[in-house]
């Protein structure tokens, strides 16, 4: 329904592979217009060994083999080099299984692997690749029943905490532990008062309930036989903050903690929760009517470049109480100027709503019931996976969908055009612009289609990368000069300096203006916009023969 319906909406600017007469498309790229991000995107069908790298227009430019399965999230190093979680067996079995990492050339030799599972300690899901080398790996620790019961947990049962590890690589295989956090050091229990960590939650608002959220089994966060407790399903590392985000399915929200911490430090009240969003229920301070995440997917900060910079995104898969209904979902953290979270004594984090969301109002033709993920991409458009159905599109910020593609390799193999496919989920996806450097001077001669057939009538657009300033200021001419809009996000006032401007306007994104006034002598104002409602809005400034438009994002 989603994908039919945005084709209508922007035939005009797209282009679309040809068909046979007389046979429906069902797989492959159904839309790639102009404004889509001109890029390579890296898909990894979770039922398949290999990993492709296509164009736009669906062309297979690379590809990577394994002997195993996806376990998880991959990523493309500066490089050129894939670095990929894998699943094998072990004693930890559940959503989202891992256990090994695998660095692969360009040119698919094997450079690095990693091996993280045992009795003790198994990868899943995610990882992060930091700057300096070093890998962030997400994963189970084992806790006993008898160590459940001694943590005050009132049913106690085999339990999987989280632990976060950060491991130095050394060739060819292996590293050395660097640093680590364990969620079992940051507990709290109102159960028992003669056991450790007692105490009511809603006062420890960075230590988790051990007592809230059930354990895995059938129909559970990881299913099977598992112990998993939070479910945890992303992580993220902010080299600027050295603040590491992570995504807890169970518990409905997101996490931040401390990397600036010593291991030492890390199991001590410096490692508790630095933030957490979405479910306010788990720590004591909200109802069920104040929990907004459900199931979600992806936790991530929005890079520099992109118009809603420094924020965080989510997948939200959205079981929700009135709908089957996903969303991607972006706010703006309370943060201090020395990187710190703001929270008010018995109140929840905030903020209190979001600064963007997609689509704007629920529709049950977009859900997914898990994984998924979505990037931010430096045009400011998004790239969203709605796993499960292995569907991937491009939207824009003011909601069009502009490149629209299906995968066809399922767990029996790749399907024809005009084949449906069958489960055919895709963990996560990622678009890298012709300018990465894991991509320039590689060969990227387009190769066949996925999904096999010949293209005809599919146009690949030059980069529309805005990862400068452009992605805020797109100027109409050149007499408007030495823009200036702070804070941006704003909560209450607007400071706006612009040479050579006289006027502004502010409207909504579809268009609509709502505010408008004049620029005193030195081309600058001061505007309040505490009437304005939380999102993205568009700033107008006007000269004498010239405008410039800026985007701001609007919090409480």
Known sequence: MLRFHSLLLIACLATFPSVSLGQTQTVGVFLNSESSYNGYTLLDPMGSTTTYLIDNCGQVVNTWTSEFNPGGSCYLLDDGSLIRGCRVSGSFFGGGVG?????????????????????????????????????????WEAKSEEEAALAGRLSPQTMWPEVVTEIAPTLPSGGEVVWEWHAWDHLVQDADPALPNHGNPADFPGRLDVNHANVGGPGGPGSSNSGDWTHANAINYNVALDQIALSSRSFNEIWVIDHSTSSAQSAGPAGDLIYRQGNPTTYGRGTEDDQIFFGQHDVQWIPEGHPMAGQFMIFNNGNRPECLCSSIDVWAPPMQD????????????????????????????????????VQPLPNGNMLVCEGASGHLFEVSIEGDVVWDYVNPEGNFGIVPQGTEPVQNAVFRAYRYGPDHPGIVNQDLTPGPLLEGGTLTDCLIYASQDTSSTEAVNRPLTASLSGVALHPNPASNLLHVHCLGATSWSIRSMQGQPVMSGELNFDSSARIDIRTLHPGLWLFTLFGNSSST???????L
């Open 338 to 373: 020395d990187g710190s979270y703001t929270l008010e004594d018995g109140l929840p984090f905030g903020p209190e709503s979001l600064s963007w969301t997609y689509p704007a109002e629920l529709d049950v033709s977009f859900f997914s019931p898990n994984i998924s993920g």
């Open 99 to 139: 256990g090994r990492l695998e660095r692969r050339s360009w040119n698919d030799e094997l450079i690095w692997s990693l091996d993280w599972a045992d009795n003790s300690i198994h990868h899943h899901h995610d990882f992060a690749w930091m700057p300096n080398g070093n890998v962030l790996v997400l994963a």
């Open 549 to 555: 438009t800026v985007r701001f994002v609007k919090t």
